[in-house]
C-alpha cells in the first residue's frame, strides 16, 4: 500500500512490507527463480551481442554453407554451431535474433501496458461515454483472433520491425486494458478511494496516486505472462516472412530457413527453434512464480 | 432473455466494427489495386479507368464502404487477383479442408486435456500429475511451426510413418459430398482412403491441438480439484458410492462446464493457428491460402478471409457465452 489515504488507513504494527513478503515468497520458489537466471542471462547475451558475439551475423560465406556443429564431423570450434545455407554463423545469429525477439517483446509489453493502463484507468473510473466507448472498441479488436489481425494488419503496413511492434501493440493494449478497468471499478468503490475523495484529492490523483499503485502487481504479472505471448507471435510472423526482413536475424525467420535443410542439415532451424522454446518457457514459469508470489489468490 | 438481445445487438456493434476495421486495413494498404490486378498486361489506360470505375474505386471512401458491406452481406467479396474468379467461390474451396483440420484438432485437444487434467486432479501431487504440469508448460510455450517441423522430422522422415504434407494420398478421388475427407471417405465406403485421410490429419491436427490443450488441461485439473472439494462430493462418498462413481459420475460432469467454455472460446484461437500449421503442412485450406495470398497482394481475398474469421470467431465467443450461460443457470450474461 503505497498510497498516501491508504497509509493513513494502515495498521500501526510494524510488520514486513506485503511488496517484501511477496519478494521473499518469489525466492523460495527455486524453479521461479532458475527460470529468471535464464531469462536475465539470454538478455544480457542479446544485449552484449555485439562485443561478445563471435562474428558478423550477417557476413556470409558460400565455403561453410551448412558447416556441421562443432560436435559433429567437419564443425570447428569457431562457428561452434555451425553455419547456415549462406554460411553465417548461427550463433551470432541467434544472439543478434534474441535482440529481436526480446526488443520487440519489451516494446510491445511496455507500451501496450502503459496505454492499456491508461484506457483502463480512464473507464474505469471515470465510467460513462469514455467507459463506453473503450469497452466497445476493446470488444472489437477481441473480435479478431491475434494471428488473423496481425496478419491483416502487416499486409497493410508490410513487413519490418517497426511494423511488428506497431501491430502488436495494436492488438495487445487491450488484455490490460480489460484488466485494469475491471480492478478500477472494484477498487473505485473501496474505503481508500472514498477517504482521498473526502479529503479534496481531484479525479486525475485519485486514479494516478490512489488506485493505479494499489491494482499495479496484477498488472505487472500479466504484463510477464504476456511477454511469452508476444514473442511467439513476433516469432510466428517473421517465420511467414512478414516480420523482420532478411538479413536481419530473428528465431522465426532462422527456423523457416532452416526448414528445407532439415533432413541434411537440422542444426540450421533446430538451434533457433530450441532458443524460442527456452526463452519462453524460462518466462512462463518465472512469470508462474511471480503471479503466485504476488497476487493473494494464488498463496494456498 | 433480454440479457441475450442486448448481447445480440452488442454483435451487431461489433461485427459493424470489425468491418470498419478490416475496410480501413485493405483500403490504406499500399499499391493500386488496378495495377496489381493487370500485372504484367500491357492496357491501355482508358482500359485500366475503365477497370477502375467497375471495382468502384473511383467512389468516395464513404460510398466504397457501404458498397462493400452490402456486397459482403450478399457474399459478394469481388474477384480474386491471382485466380480471377470470385473471392467467394475460391474461399468455398478452401474451407472445408480448414474446418476439417480445425475440428479434427479440436476433438484431439479435448481427448488429450480432458482425461489428462482430470486424472492429474484426482493423483494431485502424483507423478502424472507433474508430467502434465510440466506438459501444460511445454504446450503453451512451444512454438506451433517449429513442434510441426519436429513432428514431421520425426514421424515423416526418421520413422517414416506419416505423410509429410496434402489431405490424401495421390490418385485416391473421392466423390465430394461435404468437402470433408474423413467424412466423405466413410460416406463412400472407401476405408483405405479414410484411413489415408486420417494419417494425412494427424500431425496437423496435434500441431494445432497442443496450445489449445495445455491450458484445456489447467482448467480441468482447476475445477475438477476445486469439485473433489466441494460438499456434495463429499457426501456422495460419505453414502457410501464407490470412489470410480463419485469421480466419473459426478465430480468430472461438474467439472466439465468451464473447460467446455474454455473449450469453445479457444476454438477462435485455432482459427488464427492454423495459418501457421497449414503452411507448415502444405495443407491446402483457407490459412495457407491467406498467407500465400497476402504475398501476390491478392486483397480481395485477404479482406474477405479476414472478416469470416472475425465473424466467426466473434459468433463462436456468442455461443461459448450463451452455452455456458444455458448450462449453469446461477450465470447471467
Given at each position: 500500500?503505497?498510497?498516501?489515504?491508504?497509509?493513513?488507513?494502515?495498521?500501526?504494527?510494524?510488520?514486513?512490507?506485503?511488496?517484501?513478503?511477496?519478494?521473499?515468497?518469489?525466492?523460495?520458489?527455486?524453479?521461479?527463480?532458475?527460470?529468471?537466471?535464464?531469462?536475465?542471462?539470454?538478455?544480457?547475451?542479446?544485449?552484449?551481442?555485439?562485443?561478445?558475439?563471435?562474428?558478423?551475423?550477417?557476413?556470409?560465406?558460400?565455403?561453410?554453407?551448412?558447416?556441421?556443429?562443432?560436435?559433429?564431423?567437419?564443425?570447428?570450434?569457431?562457428?561452434?554451431?555451425?553455419?547456415?545455407?549462406?554460411?553465417?554463423?548461427?550463433?551470432?545469429?541467434?544472439?543478434?535474433?534474441?535482440?529481436v525477439s526480446?526488443?520487440i517483446?519489451?516494446?510491445v509489453?511496455?507500451?501496450?501496458?502503459?496505454?492499456?493502463?491508461?484506457?483502463?484507468?480512464?473507464?474505469?473510473?471515470?465510467?460513462?461515454?469514455?467507459?463506453?466507448?473503450?469497452?466497445?472498441?476493446?470488444?472489437i479488436l477481441?473480435g479478431f483472433p491475434y494471428l488473423i489481425f496481425a496478419i491483416g494488419l502487416m499486409a497493410m503496413m508490410g513487413p519490418g520491425l517497426h511494423n511488428v511492434a506497431i501491430t502488436l501493440i495494436a492488438k495487445e493494449?487491450?488484455?490490460?486494458?480489460?484488466?485494469?478497468?475491471?480492478?478500477?471499478?472494484?477498487?473505485?468503490?473501496?474505503?481508500?478511494?472514498?477517504?482521498?475523495?473526502?479529503?479534496?484529492?481531484?479525479?486525475?490523483?485519485?486514479?494516478?496516486?490512489?488506485?493505479?499503485?494499489?491494482?499495479?502487481?496484477?498488472?505487472?504479472?500479466?504484463?510477464?505472462?504476456?511477454?511469452?505471448h508476444v514473442i511467439i507471435l513476433e516469432a510466428s510472423l517473421s517465420f511467414l516472412g512478414l516480420g523482420v526482413q532478411p538479413p536481419t536475424?530473428s528465431w522465426g525467420s532462422m527456423v523457416a530457413d532452416?526448414r528445407e535443410?532439415?533432413?541434411?542439415?537440422?542444426?540450421?532451424?533446430?538451434?533457433?527453434?530450441?532458443?524460442?522454446?527456452?526463452?519462453?518457457?524460462?518466462?512462463?514459469?518465472?512469470?508462474?512464480?511471480?503471479?503466485?508470489?504476488?497476487?493473494?489468490?494464488?498463496?494456498? | 432473455?433480454?440479457?441475450?438481445?442486448?448481447?445480440?445487438?452488442?454483435?451487431?456493434?461489433?461485427?459493424?466494427?470489425v468491418t470498419v476495421i478490416v475496410f480501413v486495413m485493405i483500403t490504406l494498404t499500399p499499391g493500386d489495386p488496378v495495377e496489381i490486378m493487370l500485372g504484367d498486361m500491357?492496357?491501355?489506360?482508358?482500359?485500366?479507368?475503365?477497370?477502375?470505375?467497375?471495382m468502384?474505386l473511383?467512389?468516395?471512401p464513404?460510398?466504397r464502404f457501404?458498397?462493400f458491406?452490402?456486397n459482403a452481406?450478399?457474399g459478394n467479396f469481388g474477384l480474386s487477383f491471382f485466380h480471377r474468379r470470385p473471392v467467394i467461390d475460391v474461399i468455398a474451396e478452401r474451407l472445408p479442408a480448414t474446418i476439417?483440420l480445425t475440428?479434427?484438432?479440436?476433438?484431439?485437444?479435448?481427448?488429450?486435456?480432458?482425461?489428462?487434467?482430470?486424472?492429474?486432479?484426482?493423483?494431485?501431487?502424483?507423478?502424472?500429475?507433474?508430467?502434465?504440469?510440466?506438459?501444460?508448460?511445454?504446450?503453451?510455450?512451444?512454438p506451433g511451426f517449429w513442434?510441426g517441423i519436429?513432428?514431421?522430422?520425426?514421424?515423416?522422415?526418421?520413422?517414416?510413418?506419416?505423410?509429410?504434407s496434402?489431405?490424401?494420398?495421390?490418385?485416391?478421388?473421392?466423390?465430394?459430398?461435404?468437402?470433408?475427407?474423413?467424412?466423405?471417405?466413410?460416406?463412400?465406403?472407401?476405408?483405405?482412403?479414410?484411413?489415408?485421410?486420417?494419417?494425412?490429419?494427424?500431425?496437423p491436427?496435434?500441431t494445432l491441438?497442443?496450445?489449445?490443450?495445455?491450458?484445456?488441461?489447467?482448467?480441468?485439473?482447476?475445477?475438477?480439484?476445486?469439485?473433489?472439494?466441494?460438499?456434495?462430493?463429499?457426501?456422495?462418498?460419505?453414502?457410501?458410492?464407490?470412489?470410480?462413481?463419485?469421480?466419473?459420475?459426478?465430480?468430472?460432469?461438474?467439472?466439465?462446464?468451464?473447460?467446455?467454455?474454455?473449450?469453445?472460446?479457444?476454438?477462435g484461437s485455432l482459427l488464427g493457428g492454423n495459418m501457421i500449421v497449414e503452411s507448415v503442412f502444405g495443407w491446402p485450406g483457407l490459412g495457407r491460402l491467406v498467407v500465400e495470398s497476402i504475398f501476390a497482394r491478392n486483397y480481395p481475398l485477404v479482406q474477405a478471409a479476414v472478416l469470416l474469421y472475425a465473424v466467426t470467431y466473434?459468433?463462436?465467443?456468442?455461443?461459448?457465452?450463451?452455452?455456458?450461460?444455458?448450462?449453469?443457470?446461477?450465470?447471467?450474461?
Amino acid at each position: 500500500m503505497s498510497s498516501h489515504a491508504a497509509d493513513v488507513l494502515a495498521p500501526p504494527i510494524a510488520a514486513r512490507s506485503p511488496t517484501a513478503e511477496s519478494v521473499a515468497r518469489f525466492l523460495d520458489n527455486r524453479l521461479a527463480v532458475a527460470s529468471a537466471i535464464v531469462v536475465i542471462a539470454i538478455v544480457l547475451l542479446a544485449i552484449g551481442a555485439p562485443w561478445i558475439g563471435p562474428h558478423d551475423p550477417n557476413e556470409a560465406d558460400l565455403l561453410r554453407r551448412l558447416q556441421p556443429p562443432v560436435w559433429l564431423e567437419g564443425g570447428e570450434w569457431s562457428f561452434a554451431l555451425g553455419c547456415d545455407a549462406l554460411g553465417r554463423d548461427i550463433l551470432s545469429r541467434l544472439m543478434y535474433g534474441a535482440r529481436v525477439s526480446i526488443a520487440i517483446g519489451v516494446i510491445v509489453i511496455l507500451f501496450a501496458t502503459a496505454f492499456g493502463v491508461a484506457t483502463g484507468l480512464a473507464a474505469g473510473y471515470l465510467r460513462g461515454r469514455i467507459d463506453t466507448l473503450i469497452s466497445r472498441l476493446v470488444d472489437i479488436l477481441l473480435g479478431f483472433p491475434y494471428l488473423i489481425f496481425a496478419i491483416g494488419l502487416m499486409a497493410m503496413m508490410g513487413p519490418g520491425l517497426h511494423n511488428v511492434a506497431i501491430t502488436l501493440i495494436a492488438k495487445e493494449w487491450v488484455v490490460p486494458c480489460r484488466l485494469v478497468r475491471g480492478e478500477t471499478l472494484a477498487a473505485r468503490e473501496m474505503e481508500y478511494v472514498e477517504a482521498a475523495r473526502a479529503l479534496g484529492v481531484g479525479r486525475l490523483g485519485i486514479m494516478l496516486h490512489e488506485i493505479l499503485p494499489n491494482i499495479l502487481s496484477p498488472v505487472i504479472v500479466v504484463a510477464t505472462i504476456r511477454l511469452a505471448h508476444v514473442i511467439i507471435l513476433e516469432a510466428s510472423l517473421s517465420f511467414l516472412g512478414l516480420g523482420v526482413q532478411p538479413p536481419t536475424a530473428s528465431w522465426g525467420s532462422m527456423v523457416a530457413d532452416g526448414r528445407e535443410f532439415m533432413l541434411d542439415a537440422w542444426w540450421v532451424s533446430t538451434f533457433a527453434g530450441l532458443a524460442i522454446l527456452t526463452l519462453v518457457l524460462a518466462i512462463n514459469v518465472a512469470s508462474q512464480g511471480l503471479r503466485d508470489a504476488f497476487d493473494p489468490r494464488f498463496h494456498d | 432473455m433480454g440479457t441475450v438481445v442486448d448481447r445480440l445487438l452488442q454483435l451487431v456493434t461489433v461485427l459493424l466494427g470489425v468491418t470498419v476495421i478490416v475496410f480501413v486495413m485493405i483500403t490504406l494498404t499500399p499499391g493500386d489495386p488496378v495495377e496489381i490486378m493487370l500485372g504484367d498486361m500491357k492496357a491501355a489506360p482508358e482500359q485500366a479507368e475503365a477497370l477502375r470505375r467497375d471495382m468502384g474505386l473511383d467512389r468516395p471512401p464513404v460510398e466504397r464502404f457501404f458498397r462493400f458491406i452490402g456486397n459482403a452481406v450478399q457474399g459478394n467479396f469481388g474477384l480474386s487477383f491471382f485466380h480471377r474468379r470470385p473471392v467467394i467461390d475460391v474461399i468455398a474451396e478452401r474451407l472445408p479442408a480448414t474446418i476439417e483440420l480445425t475440428l479434427a484438432a479440436l476433438v484431439l485437444a479435448l481427448a488429450i486435456s480432458i482425461p489428462l487434467g482430470a486424472l492429474a486432479a484426482v493423483q494431485k501431487g502424483g507423478a502424472l500429475d507433474r508430467a502434465a504440469t510440466i506438459g501444460a508448460l511445454l504446450g503453451v510455450s512451444m512454438p506451433g511451426f517449429w513442434f510441426g517441423i519436429l513432428l514431421i522430422m520425426l514421424f515423416a522422415v526418421q520413422l517414416g510413418v506419416l505423410p509429410v504434407s496434402g489431405r490424401i494420398g495421390y490418385g485416391d478421388e473421392v466423390p465430394a459430398l461435404t468437402g470433408l475427407l474423413t467424412i466423405d471417405t466413410l460416406l463412400a465406403g472407401r476405408f483405405d482412403s479414410f484411413a489415408q485421410a486420417l494419417r494425412h490429419l494427424a500431425l496437423p491436427s496435434l500441431t494445432l491441438a497442443l496450445p489449445m490443450a495445455a491450458p484445456l488441461m489447467r482448467v480441468t485439473r482447476a475445477s475438477m480439484l476445486e469439485v473433489l472439494r466441494s460438499d456434495y462430493v463429499m457426501f456422495a462418498e460419505a453414502k457410501g458410492l464407490s470412489r470410480r462413481r463419485v469421480l466419473w459420475r459426478h465430480a468430472l460432469k461438474n467439472a466439465l462446464m468451464p473447460a467446455v467454455t474454455i473449450a469453445a472460446l479457444e476454438t477462435g484461437s485455432l482459427l488464427g493457428g492454423n495459418m501457421i500449421v497449414e503452411s507448415v503442412f502444405g495443407w491446402p485450406g483457407l490459412g495457407r491460402l491467406v498467407v500465400e495470398s497476402i504475398f501476390a497482394r491478392n486483397y480481395p481475398l485477404v479482406q474477405a478471409a479476414v472478416l469470416l474469421y472475425a465473424v466467426t470467431y466473434v459468433l463462436l465467443n456468442l455461443l461459448a457465452d450463451l452455452a455456458y450461460t444455458l448450462l449453469n443457470p446461477k450465470v447471467r450474461l
